[in-house]
């Protein structure tokens, strides 16, 4: 995803990113949502992001915040699981105007986390 950064101010700038992020949300989903596996093996998110805000922090480094729902369908015991996650991660425009988002490193779930 690239994005034409020269000449525009942050305000200006950050609503471009957060229309772009938006309207391409199937290229950013795999990098925000990732691996559900620390909520639920079968946790599935069904629609992506919702982009909230992108905040210009300093330079060519942005904050974006998003949300997304997760559903988990547990079948015959008809104890279906689902919420919203409201979170953000950081992104830099490098000079050639792609965007490079932070890794995201989750820790995997554990029986233990069950008791």
């Known amino acids: 995803m690239h994005i034409e950064a020269n000449g525009k101010s942050a305000k200006e700038l ?41 905040e210009h922090n300093h330079g060519s480094t942005f904050t974006l915040s998003y949300s997304y729902e997760w559903n988990v369908y547990n079948g015959c015991s008809d104890m279906d699981e689902h919420d919203e996650v409201h979170d953000c991660i950081g992104f830099e425009i ?18 233990l986390d069950e008791f």
């Open 94 to 111: 490098d000079d050639d105007g792609k965007i490079i988002f932070e890794q995201i490193v989750l820790e995997q779930r554990s029986t």
């Open 14 to 54: 950050c609503k471009e990113l957060e229309k772009l992020i938006q309207d391409e949300h199937h290229e950013v989903d795999s990098i925000v949502i990732g691996d559900l596996s620390h909520i639920n093996h079968r946790a599935e998110c069904y629609n992506g992001i919702v982009v909230e805000s992108v």
